[in-house]
């Protein structure tokens, strides 16, 4: 079974400051994708970021990167340069069985608010 | 190129009732998942469609059906409708064969509520 745990249920940031939000997973595939989704009050998930379990560096994207650290099972975001528009609920997803298609398990979600 | 979408937007149905949800998959993919995501909570999966058959299944009663018709289209079936069905239903489309890296693509939602 794949679990995805978020700690943090919400967190303030300044404008134009770093933010990290936190993701630990579980599971005992040797294979498997993670992901960070972004969802605004609209409600569509937003694709962030992805990072495979064999890729050797961390993923970024723009003002997005990933720290992964495989030994201890996580997966943080870092969120650059903080935005107002990034005020939403991040979730943290894994896809496991080395499939290319198989289906998320998702984390509870941590609401971000940036503050002006 | 349109991108995943849903109908309706939203829907109110009284306890007992039958839904139909339907989700048209972004360009080209061919690969529909339906997902549940209760108020405050994480998408949860319900079923992932692929070449008109349900391929996996989350832990989800059978009052939940879905069917994929041969352009890709699907559709998200909830039979007997409970209080606890009210949720946001997201569909999500991607494309099998990628490679490692494959993201699914989300539409807006159907926000559906059982009285």
């Known amino acids: 079974a794949q679990k995805i745990t978020q700690t943090q249920p919400g967190m303030f940031v300044q404008e134009k400051e770093a933010v990290t939000l936190d993701c630990t997973y579980d599971?005992?595939?040797?294979?498997?994708?993670l992901f960070w989704y972004k969802q605004p009050s609209s409600g569509e998930m937003i694709f962030l970021i992805y990072?495979?379990?064999?890729?050797?560096q961390n993923a970024t994207e723009g003002r997005y990167s990933l720290n992964f650290q495989k030994a201890r099972k996580s997966a943080n975001l870092v969120i650059s340069a903080s935005q107002l528009g990034d005020s939403a609920m991040y979730f943290c997803?894994?896809?496991?069985?080395?499939?290319?298609?198989?289906?998320?398990?998702f984390g509870q979600g941590t609401i971000l608010t940036v503050h002006p | 190129d349109a991108g995943v979408t849903q109908s309706p937007t939203h829907l109110i149905k009284t306890r007992g009732q039958q839904v139909t949800l339907r989700c048209s998959p972004k360009?080209?993919?061919?690969?529909v998942s339906w997902y549940q995501q209760a108020l405050g909570q994480g998408p949860q999966f319900i079923f992932q469609?692929?070449?008109?058959?349900?391929?996996q299944r989350g832990n989800f009663p059978d009052r939940f059906s879905g069917h994929q018709f041969p352009n890709y289209s699907s559709e998200l079936n909830v039979n007997a409708l409970l209080l606890g069905d009210s949720a946001l239903y997201l569909c999500?489309?991607?494309?099998?064969?990628?490679?490692?890296?494959?993201?699914?693509?989300f539409g807006p939602g159907t926000r559906l509520t059982v009285l």
């Open positions: 997803a894994m896809r496991g069985g080395g499939t290319s298609y198989g289906k998320l398990t």
């Open positions: 599971t005992s595939d040797p294979s498997y994708g």
């Open positions: 469609y692929y070449e008109e058959e349900e391929r």
């Open positions: 990072q495979g379990s064999y890729d050797q």
């Open positions: 360009s080209g993919h061919d690969t």
């Open positions: 999500a489309s991607s494309l099998v064969g990628l490679g490692s890296y494959n993201e699914q693509f």
